[in-house]
C-alpha cells in the first residue's frame, strides 16, 4: 500500500475483553514496530519485528500484551483482559530495514483504544 | 538507557515568524541519531528531520533547521516563516547503535497564529 494502514482507528471496549489491532506496514518494508501513546505523552516503545521475528519485545508492559507478524507483513497486537490503563492511540511504523543507518520510520495514523 | 526531554510543553509563534523548539537527551551511545517528528492532528508522525551525530553540520530542510551540540546533548529545531500547517505536536527522539528503535521525548505542542 501507499502508506502504512492501522484499523480499526478507534476502538471502545468494556473492562476485562480481548483486544486485537492491525497494522499493514508499507510493501516491502522489513521492520515492523509497534508504539503506545497515552494522552500528553510521546510514543513509548512496545516491541518490533525484523521478518517474521520479533527482534525486540522488551517494552511490552506484561504478559497481557502479545504481538505477532506470521507472514513478515501484517501484524497483530493482541491485548487481554483489558484495563483502563490501556487506553491510548497504539501505533505501528514501518521501515525498509533496520532502522541502523537512516532511522527513518514511516507511522500509520494509529489505533485509539478506550476501555471502559 | 536513553533518554530525551523536551522542557517546553507549548509554545506559540505567529505567522511568518521564527521559532525554536528545546531537546535536550542522554546517551552512552558513540553512534547516535536524532530526529524531529510531527504530529498533527491525525495522529500520523511525520519525519520532519534527522542528524547523524558524527557529522558537525547542522541538518537544514527548507524552513526547518536545528542546532546541534554534541558536547551538551543538546538538539533543537528552529522553524524559520512559520506558517499555519507548522502548528502540530513536534517530538525530539534518538536512535543508538545497541537500540533497534527511537526514544522520543514527551513532546512541544506548537501552536501558530494569524
Known amino acids: 500500500g501507499a502508506g502504512v494502514s492501522q484499523t480499526p482507528s478507534n476502538k471502545v471496549t468494556e473492562k476485562g475483553k480481548y483486544v486485537e489491532l492491525r497494522c499493514d506496514p508499507i510493501s516491502g518494508h522489513t521492520a515492523l514496530y509497534w508504539y503506545r501513546q497515552s494522552l500528553g505523552q510521546g510514543p513509548e516503545f512496545l516491541i518490533y519485528f525484523q521478518g517474521t521475528g520479533a527482534a525486540d519485545d522488551s517494552g511490552l508492559p506484561n504478559d497481557r500484551f502479545f504481538a505477532v507478524r506470521p507472514e513478515g507483513s501484517v501484524s497483530t497486537l493482541k491485548i487481554q483482559r483489558t484495563e483502563r490503563g490501556d487506553s491510548a492511540v497504539y501505533l505501528c511504523a514501518s521501515s525498509l530495514i533496520w532502522t541502523g543507518g537512516t532511522g527513518e520510520l514511516f507511522f500509520g495514523e494509529g489505533s485509539r483504544l478506550t476501555v471502559l | 538507557a536513553q533518554t530525551v526531554t523536551q522542557s517546553q510543553p507549548e509554545m506559540s509563534v505567529q505567522e511568518a515568524e521564527t521559532v525554536t523548539l528545546s531537546c535536550t537527551y542522554d546517551t552512552s551511545e558513540s553512534d547516535y541519531y536524532l530526529f524531529w517528528y510531527k504530529q498533527p492532528p491525525s495522529r500520523q508522525m511525520i519525519l520532519v528531520i534527522r542528524?547523524?551525530?558524527?557529522?558537525?553540520q547542522n541538518a537544514t530542510e527548507n524552513r526547518f533547521s536545528v542546532n546541534f551540540q554534541k558536547a551538551a546533548k543538546s538538539f533543537s529545531l528552529k522553524i524559520s516563516d512559520s506558517q499555519l500547517g507548522d502548528g502540530a505536536m513536534y517530538f525530539c527522539?534518538?536512535?543508538?547503535?545497541?537500540?533497534?528503535?527511537?526514544?522520543f521525548g514527551k513532546g512541544t505542542k506548537l501552536s501558530v497564529k494569524p
Open positions: 527522539a534518538i536512535y543508538g547503535g545497541s537500540q533497534g528503535n527511537l526514544i
Open positions: 542528524q547523524e551525530a558524527y557529522k558537525q
